[in-house]
């Protein structure tokens, strides 16, 4: 079964092409296939998209377009979609919180962003943790982005010299996605 994400994380990604190549988001745009393009058109917040076509593809084709084919650009797609989600409100509630509460709001954030696994905190001990994603599948790009975004959501926090790992990856076979967190 495909996983699928919800809308609002789809959001991000033609918002990164706009803010870091605004003159170029009509020829990344173009390269899109059509289900892609009406993801990135005209994604709903609250409808569920298949991963490929709403994080995958799109983050493929700006490595292609302007990273020389290097997909580690998801990791800046994700840190850039956790400056654009924790706005408002939100960063409030980032900013006040220690890193253990913001990465335990992450592992809450997860579940409503994807309709599959979970993300949960496995171990805790001063400036480290160690968060485990489980899905049945998973994607190289879509690691990376929510590794980067785990990065920003503690910088966002306030931590400082924050470093995140992957050290197993589902995409790669491992039982689970595992980071690393140390700040």
Known sequence: MEIKVKGTA?????????HHFPDRYDEWFAMLSPQCREIMEGALAYNWYPVYEALVEPTEKVAQLFYD???KCAWEMGRFSAEY?????YKFFVKIGSPGFILSRASQIFSTYYDQGEMKIVERSGRNAVAQMTQSESHPIMELRVGGWIERALEIGGSREVTVEISQAVSQGDPVTEFRVAW
């Open 69 to 71: 084919g290097d997909t």
């Open 85 to 89: 989600a924790l706005t408002g409100i």
């Open 10 to 18: 789809a959001y991000a990604t033609p918002e990164f092409v706009r």
